[in-house]
Protein backbone atom coordinates (compact mmCIF):
# COMPACT_ATOMS: atom_id res chain seq x y z
CA UNK A 1 0.00 0.00 0.00
CA UNK A 2 0.90 3.98 -0.90
CA UNK A 3 2.40 5.64 2.74
CA UNK A 4 0.26 8.40 3.10
CA UNK A 5 2.80 10.75 2.09
CA UNK A 6 2.67 9.13 -1.09
CA UNK A 7 -0.68 9.55 -1.30
CA UNK A 8 -0.92 13.20 -0.86
CA UNK A 9 1.93 13.64 -3.55
CA UNK A 10 -0.16 12.18 -5.73
CA UNK A 11 -3.59 13.68 -5.20
CA UNK A 12 -1.54 17.52 -5.59
CA UNK A 13 -0.46 16.16 -8.40
CA UNK A 14 -4.09 15.11 -10.02
CA UNK A 15 -6.56 17.34 -7.86
CA UNK A 16 -7.13 21.10 -8.65
CA UNK A 17 -5.51 23.00 -5.47
CA UNK A 18 -8.42 24.56 -4.43
CA UNK A 19 -7.50 23.38 -0.73
CA UNK A 20 -4.78 23.58 1.56
CA UNK A 21 -5.91 20.33 3.06
CA UNK A 22 -4.27 19.21 6.12
CA UNK A 23 -1.84 16.64 5.73
CA UNK A 24 -3.79 13.09 6.85
CA UNK A 25 -5.32 10.75 4.53
CA UNK A 26 -8.81 9.60 6.11
CA UNK A 27 -9.76 5.79 6.05
CA UNK A 28 -12.64 4.93 8.32
CA UNK A 29 -14.83 6.30 10.86
CA UNK A 30 -16.86 4.94 13.82
CA UNK A 31 -18.69 6.48 16.04
CA UNK A 32 -16.98 10.28 17.04
CA UNK A 33 -13.98 8.77 16.00
CA UNK A 34 -11.91 8.66 12.17
CA UNK A 35 -8.71 6.15 11.90
CA UNK A 36 -6.07 7.93 8.93
CA UNK A 37 -4.74 5.18 6.51
CA UNK A 38 -1.71 4.11 8.89
CA UNK A 39 -4.52 3.35 11.62
CA UNK A 40 -4.06 6.91 13.90
CA UNK A 41 -7.30 7.52 15.84
CA UNK A 42 -8.76 11.01 16.12
CA UNK A 43 -11.64 12.60 17.92
CA UNK A 44 -13.94 14.10 15.66
CA UNK A 45 -15.09 17.67 16.07
CA UNK A 46 -16.05 18.60 12.81
CA UNK A 47 -18.18 15.74 11.17
CA UNK A 48 -17.22 17.15 8.02
CA UNK A 49 -18.40 20.48 8.64
CA UNK A 50 -21.35 19.85 10.21
CA UNK A 51 -22.78 16.87 8.75
CA UNK A 52 -21.88 13.58 10.30
CA UNK A 53 -24.67 14.16 12.91
CA UNK A 54 -24.97 10.39 13.74
CA UNK A 55 -21.35 9.35 13.96
CA UNK A 56 -19.92 7.00 11.25
CA UNK A 57 -20.29 3.18 10.58
CA UNK A 58 -24.03 3.41 12.07
CA UNK A 59 -25.31 -0.40 11.25
CA UNK A 60 -29.03 1.08 11.09
CA UNK A 61 -27.60 4.29 8.72
CA UNK A 62 -25.72 1.82 6.34
CA UNK A 63 -28.09 -0.93 6.18
CA UNK A 64 -31.04 1.42 5.11
CA UNK A 65 -28.61 2.96 2.34
CA UNK A 66 -27.69 0.04 1.19
CA UNK A 67 -30.89 -1.72 0.84
CA UNK A 68 -31.73 1.22 -1.51
CA UNK A 69 -29.13 0.84 -3.42
CA UNK A 70 -30.18 -3.11 -4.16
CA UNK A 71 -33.56 -1.76 -4.96
CA UNK A 72 -32.33 1.40 -6.79
CA UNK A 73 -30.50 4.43 -7.06
CA UNK A 74 -31.55 7.00 -9.59
CA UNK A 75 -34.81 7.10 -11.51
CA UNK A 76 -35.48 10.89 -12.42
CA UNK A 77 -37.67 13.29 -11.35
CA UNK A 78 -39.95 12.48 -14.21
CA UNK A 79 -41.49 9.88 -11.68
CA UNK A 80 -42.39 9.56 -8.26
CA UNK A 81 -40.33 7.13 -5.92
CA UNK A 82 -41.31 6.06 -1.97
CA UNK A 83 -38.10 6.99 -0.81
CA UNK A 84 -38.67 11.07 -1.62
CA UNK A 85 -42.52 11.08 -0.74
CA UNK A 86 -41.54 9.37 2.83
CA UNK A 87 -38.36 11.92 3.18
CA UNK A 88 -40.90 15.64 2.07
CA UNK A 89 -43.64 14.31 4.54
CA UNK A 90 -41.06 14.15 7.19
CA UNK A 91 -39.18 17.08 6.45
CA UNK A 92 -42.03 18.93 6.49
CA UNK A 93 -43.49 17.25 9.84
CA UNK A 94 -39.82 18.48 11.44
CA UNK A 95 -39.36 22.08 10.35
CA UNK A 96 -43.53 23.32 10.12
CA UNK A 97 -42.74 24.62 6.70
CA UNK A 98 -45.41 22.92 3.32
CA UNK A 99 -43.53 22.38 0.28
CA UNK A 100 -40.33 20.78 -0.25
CA UNK A 101 -37.84 20.95 -3.24
CA UNK A 102 -34.93 18.68 -3.13
CA UNK A 103 -31.24 19.79 -4.30
CA UNK A 104 -27.63 17.95 -4.57
CA UNK A 105 -25.88 20.49 -1.91
CA UNK A 106 -26.43 23.47 0.28
CA UNK A 107 -25.12 26.12 -2.59
CA UNK A 108 -28.07 24.33 -4.79
CA UNK A 109 -30.78 25.15 -2.08
CA UNK A 110 -29.85 28.64 -2.19
CA UNK A 111 -29.70 28.82 -5.59
CA UNK A 112 -33.71 27.72 -5.22
CA UNK A 113 -34.26 29.77 -2.89
CA UNK A 114 -33.33 33.33 -4.47
CA UNK A 115 -34.88 31.99 -7.75
CA UNK A 116 -38.16 31.39 -5.67
CA UNK A 117 -37.80 34.43 -3.96
CA UNK A 118 -37.59 36.62 -7.47
CA UNK A 119 -40.37 34.86 -9.20
CA UNK A 120 -42.65 35.68 -6.44
CA UNK A 121 -42.17 39.30 -6.36
CA UNK A 122 -42.04 39.18 -10.12
CA UNK A 123 -45.70 37.81 -10.41
CA UNK A 124 -46.51 40.48 -7.92
CA UNK A 125 -45.26 43.60 -10.57
CA UNK A 126 -43.82 41.76 -13.60
CA UNK A 127 -40.62 43.59 -12.93
CA UNK A 128 -37.40 42.29 -13.45
CA UNK A 129 -35.26 44.41 -10.50
CA UNK A 130 -35.75 43.07 -7.29
CA UNK A 131 -33.09 43.04 -4.86
CA UNK A 132 -31.90 41.12 -1.96
CA UNK A 133 -30.11 42.15 1.06
CA UNK A 134 -28.20 39.74 2.50
CA UNK A 135 -25.41 40.13 5.46
CA UNK A 136 -21.87 40.88 5.94
CA UNK A 137 -19.67 37.94 6.91
CA UNK A 138 -22.23 35.52 5.65
CA UNK A 139 -21.64 32.21 3.34
CA UNK A 140 -24.12 30.61 1.14
CA UNK A 141 -21.99 28.61 -1.22
CA UNK A 142 -19.27 28.72 -3.98
CA UNK A 143 -22.27 29.12 -7.08
CA UNK A 144 -23.15 32.57 -8.66
CA UNK A 145 -26.41 32.91 -6.90
CA UNK A 146 -24.73 31.87 -3.46
CA UNK A 147 -21.58 33.77 -4.17
CA UNK A 148 -23.27 36.57 -4.81
CA UNK A 149 -25.35 36.53 -1.25
CA UNK A 150 -21.79 35.69 0.50
CA UNK A 151 -20.62 38.74 2.42
CA UNK A 152 -17.08 38.39 2.63
CA UNK A 153 -15.61 39.83 -0.95
CA UNK A 154 -12.46 37.64 -0.54
CA UNK A 155 -14.71 34.90 -2.04
CA UNK A 156 -16.02 37.15 -4.90
CA UNK A 157 -13.74 39.55 -5.88
CA UNK A 158 -12.08 37.25 -9.12
CA UNK A 159 -15.77 36.31 -9.81
CA UNK A 160 -17.60 39.57 -10.66
CA UNK A 161 -19.77 40.14 -11.92
CA UNK A 162 -22.16 38.72 -9.40
CA UNK A 163 -25.86 38.73 -10.24
CA UNK A 164 -26.43 41.70 -9.08
CA UNK A 165 -29.28 43.67 -6.85
CA UNK A 166 -27.76 42.33 -3.65
CA UNK A 167 -27.40 44.50 -1.06
CA UNK A 168 -25.24 43.58 2.22
CA UNK A 169 -26.64 44.88 5.60
CA UNK A 170 -24.68 43.94 9.25
CA UNK A 171 -26.01 40.98 11.22
CA UNK A 172 -27.88 41.54 14.48
CA UNK A 173 -27.99 45.60 13.58
CA UNK A 174 -31.71 46.14 12.29
CA UNK A 175 -31.17 50.08 11.17
CA UNK A 176 -28.58 48.47 8.76
CA UNK A 177 -30.99 46.30 7.18
CA UNK A 178 -33.70 49.37 7.72
CA UNK A 179 -31.09 51.25 5.58
CA UNK A 180 -31.39 49.02 2.55
CA UNK A 181 -34.66 48.57 2.21
CA UNK A 182 -36.72 49.89 -0.57
CA UNK A 183 -39.27 49.02 -2.88
CA UNK A 184 -37.27 46.71 -4.66
CA UNK A 185 -36.65 44.71 -1.78
CA UNK A 186 -37.87 40.92 -2.26
CA UNK A 187 -36.36 38.82 0.02
CA UNK A 188 -33.80 39.14 3.12
CA UNK A 189 -31.59 36.56 3.69
CA UNK A 190 -29.64 35.10 6.28
CA UNK A 191 -27.71 32.52 8.66
CA UNK A 192 -29.88 31.74 11.62
CA UNK A 193 -26.45 31.35 13.03
CA UNK A 194 -23.64 32.30 10.88
CA UNK A 195 -20.96 29.40 10.42
CA UNK A 196 -18.22 30.10 8.39
CA UNK A 197 -18.46 34.12 9.35
CA UNK A 198 -17.57 33.28 13.26
CA UNK A 199 -20.24 31.66 14.80
CA UNK A 200 -22.67 34.34 14.97
CA UNK A 201 -26.11 33.37 16.31
CA UNK A 202 -29.08 35.72 15.23
CA UNK A 203 -30.02 37.89 18.44
CA UNK A 204 -33.96 37.63 19.29
CA UNK A 205 -34.68 40.87 18.96
CA UNK A 206 -33.18 41.10 15.37
CA UNK A 207 -34.89 38.38 14.38
CA UNK A 208 -38.22 39.49 15.96
CA UNK A 209 -37.72 42.45 14.40
CA UNK A 210 -36.75 41.44 10.39
CA UNK A 211 -39.71 38.54 10.37
CA UNK A 212 -42.40 41.96 11.15
CA UNK A 213 -40.90 43.86 9.00
CA UNK A 214 -41.08 41.94 6.32
CA UNK A 215 -44.58 40.64 7.06
CA UNK A 216 -45.64 44.55 6.65
CA UNK A 217 -43.77 44.89 3.68
CA UNK A 218 -44.48 41.37 1.82
CA UNK A 219 -41.02 41.13 1.76
CA UNK A 220 -39.93 37.41 2.19
CA UNK A 221 -37.41 35.63 5.19
CA UNK A 222 -34.89 33.30 3.77
CA UNK A 223 -33.45 31.89 6.43
CA UNK A 224 -30.43 29.31 5.42
CA UNK A 225 -30.20 26.80 8.13
CA UNK A 226 -27.70 24.51 5.83
CA UNK A 227 -24.96 24.53 9.07
CA UNK A 228 -26.71 25.80 12.03
CA UNK A 229 -30.17 23.29 11.19
CA UNK A 230 -30.62 19.89 11.60
CA UNK A 231 -30.50 19.54 15.40
CA UNK A 232 -27.21 21.28 16.35
CA UNK A 233 -28.40 24.40 18.12
CA UNK A 234 -31.05 22.08 20.23
CA UNK A 235 -33.77 23.15 18.06
CA UNK A 236 -34.55 21.12 14.78
CA UNK A 237 -34.08 24.13 12.89
CA UNK A 238 -32.48 27.47 14.52
CA UNK A 239 -35.27 29.21 13.75
CA UNK A 240 -38.00 27.56 15.66
CA UNK A 241 -35.94 29.00 18.91
CA UNK A 242 -37.67 32.19 18.03
CA UNK A 243 -40.71 31.69 17.57
CA UNK A 244 -41.22 32.33 14.06
CA UNK A 245 -41.44 30.86 10.81
CA UNK A 246 -39.09 31.71 7.41
CA UNK A 247 -41.03 31.66 4.73
CA UNK A 248 -38.23 29.74 2.91
CA UNK A 249 -35.91 27.67 3.97
CA UNK A 250 -32.55 26.23 2.96
CA UNK A 251 -31.20 23.06 4.64
CA UNK A 252 -28.31 20.34 3.82
CA UNK A 253 -25.39 19.16 5.67
CA UNK A 254 -26.69 16.54 7.97
CA UNK A 255 -30.19 16.03 6.68
CA UNK A 256 -28.53 13.86 4.35
CA UNK A 257 -25.00 12.88 6.60
CA UNK A 258 -22.49 12.24 3.92
CA UNK A 259 -25.18 11.50 0.89
CA UNK A 260 -25.02 15.03 -0.74
CA UNK A 261 -28.74 15.80 -0.14
CA UNK A 262 -30.39 19.39 0.25
CA UNK A 263 -33.69 21.17 -0.11
CA UNK A 264 -35.09 24.54 0.41
CA UNK A 265 -38.41 24.72 1.82
CA UNK A 266 -41.41 27.38 1.39
CA UNK A 267 -44.71 27.98 2.72
CA UNK A 268 -47.57 27.28 0.61
CA UNK A 269 -48.00 30.89 0.05
CA UNK A 270 -44.74 31.04 -1.65
CA UNK A 271 -44.88 27.73 -2.75
CA UNK A 272 -48.22 28.69 -4.37
CA UNK A 273 -47.02 32.07 -6.01
CA UNK A 274 -43.60 31.41 -6.95
CA UNK A 275 -41.92 28.80 -8.91
CA UNK A 276 -43.78 26.16 -11.38
CA UNK A 277 -43.48 23.65 -13.85
CA UNK A 278 -40.39 24.21 -15.68
CA UNK A 279 -39.15 26.98 -13.32
CA UNK A 280 -37.22 24.64 -12.00
CA UNK A 281 -35.61 21.56 -11.69
CA UNK A 282 -32.41 18.69 -11.28
CA UNK A 283 -31.31 15.21 -12.52
CA UNK A 284 -30.57 13.82 -9.10
CA UNK A 285 -32.19 15.87 -6.56
CA UNK A 286 -34.70 14.11 -4.35
CA UNK A 287 -33.20 10.35 -5.69
CA UNK A 288 -34.29 7.19 -4.30
CA UNK A 289 -31.00 7.16 -2.82
CA UNK A 290 -31.26 10.76 -1.40
CA UNK A 291 -34.41 10.18 -0.37
CA UNK A 292 -33.34 7.02 1.66
CA UNK A 293 -30.48 8.85 3.55
CA UNK A 294 -33.16 11.57 4.60
CA UNK A 295 -35.38 9.26 5.72
CA UNK A 296 -33.28 7.15 8.04
CA UNK A 297 -31.33 10.44 9.08
CA UNK A 298 -34.74 11.70 10.32
CA UNK A 299 -35.67 8.60 11.81
CA UNK A 300 -32.41 8.13 13.81
CA UNK A 301 -32.70 11.57 15.07
CA UNK A 302 -36.17 10.66 16.88
CA UNK A 303 -35.05 7.25 17.64
CA UNK A 304 -31.90 8.44 19.22
CA UNK A 305 -33.48 11.72 20.85
CA UNK A 306 -30.99 13.41 19.00
CA UNK A 307 -32.25 16.72 20.10
CA UNK A 308 -31.82 16.19 23.55
CA UNK A 309 -28.67 14.78 23.47
CA UNK A 310 -27.52 18.20 21.79
CA UNK A 311 -29.23 20.33 24.45
CA UNK A 312 -27.66 18.50 27.14
CA UNK A 313 -23.69 17.93 25.58
CA UNK A 314 -23.99 21.37 23.80
CA UNK A 315 -24.82 23.24 27.51
CA UNK A 316 -21.98 21.13 28.85
CA UNK A 317 -19.78 21.93 26.15
CA UNK A 318 -20.57 25.48 26.60
CA UNK A 319 -19.81 24.89 30.26
CA UNK A 320 -16.36 23.69 29.48
CA UNK A 321 -15.26 25.67 26.83
CA UNK A 322 -16.09 29.03 29.20
CA UNK A 323 -13.72 27.35 31.70
CA UNK A 324 -10.71 27.52 28.87
CA UNK A 325 -11.73 31.56 27.92
CA UNK A 326 -11.34 32.52 32.06
CA UNK A 327 -7.75 30.14 31.96
CA UNK A 328 -6.19 30.81 28.54
CA UNK A 329 -5.33 34.95 27.88
CA UNK A 330 -5.51 34.02 24.42
CA UNK A 331 -8.97 33.47 23.69
CA UNK A 332 -11.29 36.01 24.23
CA UNK A 333 -14.74 34.69 23.98
CA UNK A 334 -16.91 32.09 23.14
CA UNK A 335 -19.82 31.93 20.96
CA UNK A 336 -22.61 29.76 19.76
CA UNK A 337 -25.47 27.68 20.11
CA UNK A 338 -25.57 24.14 21.03
CA UNK A 339 -23.15 21.49 19.49
CA UNK A 340 -22.10 24.98 17.39
CA UNK A 341 -19.82 26.84 18.81
CA UNK A 342 -16.65 29.13 18.47
CA UNK A 343 -13.51 29.96 20.50
CA UNK A 344 -12.64 33.79 19.76
CA UNK A 345 -8.73 33.78 19.93
CA UNK A 346 -6.67 37.25 19.83
CA UNK A 347 -4.39 35.07 17.23
CA UNK A 348 -4.92 33.06 14.07
CA UNK A 349 -5.97 29.46 15.00
CA UNK A 350 -4.32 27.44 12.23
CA UNK A 351 -0.90 26.49 14.76
CA UNK A 352 -3.51 25.40 17.52
CA UNK A 353 -5.40 23.19 15.17
CA UNK A 354 -2.92 21.71 13.43
CA UNK A 355 -1.29 20.65 17.09
CA UNK A 356 -4.94 18.92 18.24
CA UNK A 357 -4.21 17.27 14.75
CA UNK A 358 -1.20 15.45 15.64
CA UNK A 359 -2.16 14.75 19.27
CA UNK A 360 -5.49 13.14 17.33
CA UNK A 361 -8.36 15.62 17.62
CA UNK A 362 -10.23 16.93 14.65
CA UNK A 363 -10.85 20.76 14.72
CA UNK A 364 -11.91 23.29 12.15
CA UNK A 365 -11.48 26.88 12.11
CA UNK A 366 -14.39 29.78 11.12
CA UNK A 367 -12.20 33.07 9.65
CA UNK A 368 -8.78 33.28 11.00
CA UNK A 369 -8.83 33.80 14.72
CA UNK A 370 -12.15 31.21 15.80
CA UNK A 371 -11.92 27.62 16.72
CA UNK A 372 -14.94 26.14 15.35
CA UNK A 373 -16.46 22.94 17.33
CA UNK A 374 -19.23 21.41 14.99
CA UNK A 375 -19.06 17.44 15.91
CA UNK A 376 -21.13 14.80 15.18
CA UNK A 377 -24.49 15.41 17.26
CA UNK A 378 -23.82 12.26 19.35
CA UNK A 379 -20.80 13.25 20.76
CA UNK A 380 -21.16 12.48 25.10
CA UNK A 381 -19.65 14.67 27.83
CA UNK A 382 -16.62 12.15 28.45
CA UNK A 383 -15.73 13.12 24.54
CA UNK A 384 -16.15 16.77 25.33
CA UNK A 385 -13.69 16.27 28.06
CA UNK A 386 -11.03 14.44 26.36
CA UNK A 387 -11.50 17.04 23.86
CA UNK A 388 -11.03 19.93 26.08
CA UNK A 389 -8.08 17.64 27.68
CA UNK A 390 -6.28 17.48 24.31
CA UNK A 391 -6.95 21.40 23.20
CA UNK A 392 -5.53 21.85 26.47
CA UNK A 393 -2.15 20.55 26.11
CA UNK A 394 -2.05 22.45 22.67
CA UNK A 395 -2.58 25.72 24.38
CA UNK A 396 -0.21 25.19 26.89
CA UNK A 397 2.09 24.55 24.68
CA UNK A 398 1.56 27.73 22.34
C1 LIG B 1 -24.62 28.36 5.90
C2 LIG B 1 -24.18 27.67 4.66
N1 LIG B 1 -24.86 27.84 3.52
C3 LIG B 1 -24.50 27.22 2.39
C4 LIG B 1 -23.41 26.39 2.34
C5 LIG B 1 -23.03 25.71 1.05
O1 LIG B 1 -23.30 24.35 1.15
P1 LIG B 1 -22.59 23.32 0.14
O2 LIG B 1 -21.13 23.31 0.48
O3 LIG B 1 -23.27 22.00 0.44
O4 LIG B 1 -22.86 23.79 -1.24
C6 LIG B 1 -22.64 26.19 3.51
C7 LIG B 1 -21.45 25.34 3.48
O5 LIG B 1 -20.59 25.39 4.32
C8 LIG B 1 -23.04 26.85 4.69
O6 LIG B 1 -22.36 26.69 5.83
Known amino acids: METMKQYIEDAEKALLHTYNRYQVVLDKGDGVYLYDIEGKKYLDFCAGIAVFALGYNNKKYNDALKNQIDKVIHTSNYYYNVPAIEAAKKIKAVSGMDRVFFTNSGAEAVEGAIK ?40 REAFAPMIGNVRFAKMNDFESVIEQVNEKTCAILFETV ?121 AYLEKKLDELVREYDCIETRRGAGLMQGL ?55
Not at 125 to 143: K, L, P, V, Y
Not at 307 to 312: A, G, H, L, S, Y
Not at 345 to 359: E, H, N, Q, S, Y
Open 116 to 155: AARKYAYLKDGSTDHEIIAMEHSFHGRTFGALSVTGNPKY
Open 344 to 398: VFDRPVGDIITKALDRGLILINAGMNIIRFVPPLIITKEHVDEMTAILRTCLDAE
Open 194 to 314: QGEGGIYPAEEAFMKSIKKLCEEKDILLILDEIQCGMGRTGYMYAWQRYGIRPDIMTTAKALGCGIPVGAFLLTEKVGANSLTSGDHGTTYGGNPLAGAAINIVLDLFEENHIIDNVKETG
